[in-house]
C-alpha cells in the first residue's frame, strides 16, 4: 500500500492505494476528487500532473517526452504508486 497525496485546484487531499492495483487516477476519482482525464490511455495529457515526493511507474506513455517523465511528470490514468509514500500535484502540471 501507498500513501498517495493529491494537490488539486488549491486542496490537498490524501488516500491509500494499492501499489498493484487501481491507478493513481481511479484511486483519486474513488476519493471523490474532480480529477481531470479524458481517454484513460495515455495518449491525450488531460491527466498529467507532476511527482513531488515518492514515485510511481506508468502502464503505457504514449504522450510525455522522456524529457518530462525526467522532471516528474506522469499520466495519472497509466501511474501506480512504487514508494510507501507518493505526493502529486495537478496544479503544477
Known amino acids: ?45 488531460t491527466c498529467k500532473c507532476k511527482i513531488l515526493s515518492g514515485s510511481a511507474t506508468m502502464d503505457s506513455n504514449y504522450a510525455l517526452t522522456p524529457k518530462e517523465v525526467e522532471k516528474g511528470y506522469l499520466l495519472a490514468c497509466q501511474a501506480h504508486p512504487t514508494s510507501d509514500e507518493l505526493i502529486i500535484s495537478w496544479d503544477e502540471a
Not at 1 to 28: C, H, P, Q, R, Y
Not at 35 to 41: D, E, L
Open 1 to 45: 500500500m501507498s500513501k498517495v497525496t493529491v494537490t488539486l485546484d488549491g486542496a490537498t487531499t490524501s488516500f491509500e492505494l494499492d501499489t498493484n492495483g487501481n491507478t493513481v487516477l481511479v484511486g483519486a476519482l474513488d476519493a471523490g476528487l474532480d480529477a481531470p482525464y479524458s481517454c484513460q490511455g495515455g495518449v491525450c495529457t
